[in-house]
């Protein structure tokens, strides 16, 4: 059945060339009696250029369904493709930001990044005349020479960003990135990320917990239900204005409209996957 936004219109023309599809896919950790399904017949689709959120409970499978499309994780049924072609091994098409950020702590910023493009070959100069430019784009173009422990975390996370984006990946997959960081420098990376992704319009897939978050980045968010057997459960077209400042579209009346719509359908998944942590609570109350 297709899903729809809050308004009731249908969702966004995925008529175009698909970037990341899933057919179906199901996830199983272990085997035999003690098997636990993490995700059950999820389908998925997003189009080339296409910012998609991934919103969700704790431990439902957000993290899992990147993963089956990086080709970290394979399905136990159904299928996924990465620009029309099954994923077989690591998706050599997608850059793959996480909340832990890769950084080598011995190299520099500069080091950290071109060395994305060191081992695939390119020759060390003009790999480093690439981070610099890369490094000025996220506007750490004085800290070329810095070590990671010499950066803020805000400043860790926008060179961790350069390295994943030198590779000009066609598929990006993003996995609580500003998870870490305080509420003001979520902001301020929220709109570097705009900034830099309305360049060339990747296509994105985006997991976090912050549903403000969600809604403020992306063209649409998904719901997935609490777990086991997690599943798609709705989807929600952001029909907001572009370009965005998050600071200033979050004051807009259909932010708030949209908020209210996708907490519907949300907040019954997150009492469930909290409800024993809520039950004990309120008996340690009595």
Not at 13 to 41: I, N
Not at 58 to 70: D, E, I
Not at 130 to 158: D, I
Request: glycine share 10%.
């Amino acid at each position: 059945m297709p899903f729809t936004n809050a308004g009731g219109r249908p969702g966004p023309d995925t008529s175009k060339l698909e970037a990341v599809r899933l057919e179906d896919v199901s996830v199983v950790f272990g085997t035999g009696p003690d098997a636990y399904c993490a995700v059950e017949t999820a389908s998925l689709s997003v189009a080339d250029g296409e910012f998609v959120a991934i919103v969700g409970p704790t431990g439902c499978g957000k993290s899992t369904l990147l993963n089956v499309v990086a080709g970290l994780l394979a399905p136990a049924r159904g299928r996924a493709l990465a620009q029309g072609q099954p994923v077989a091994g690591i998706t050599r098409g997608a850059g793959y930001l996480f909340q832990q950020d890769a950084l080598m702590p011995w190299k520099t910023s500069l080091d950290n990044v071109s060395v994305a493009l060191e081992v695939a070959g390119v020759a060390r100069e003009p790999a480093q005349a690439r981070a610099r430019e890369w490094l000025a784009r996220v506007g750490l173009a004085n800290f070329t020479a810095r070590y990671p422990h010499q950066l803020s975390g805000g400043q860790r996370k926008r060179v961790a960003l350069a390295q994943v984006l030198i590779r000009d990946p066609a598929i990006l997959l993003m996995d609580e990135p500003f998870g870490p960081l305080d509420a003001q420098t979520r902001g301020m990376m929220g709109d570097l990320l705009l900034k830099l992704w309305s360049r060339d319009r990747k296509a994105v897939l985006f997991v976090t917990h912050d549903l403000d978050e969600a809604i403020a980045l992306s063209d649409r968010v998904v719901v997935m239900a609490a777990g086991p057997g997690s599943r798609i459960i709705a989807e929600h077209r952001i029909d907001l204005p572009r370009p965005r400042e998050i600071s200033e579209i979050r004051l807009e009346p259909r932010f708030h409209a949209l908020q209210r719509a996708i907490w519907s359908d949300l907040k019954a998944e997150v009492m469930k996957a909290y409800g024993e942590q809520f039950s004990g609570a309120g008996t340690e109350a009595q």
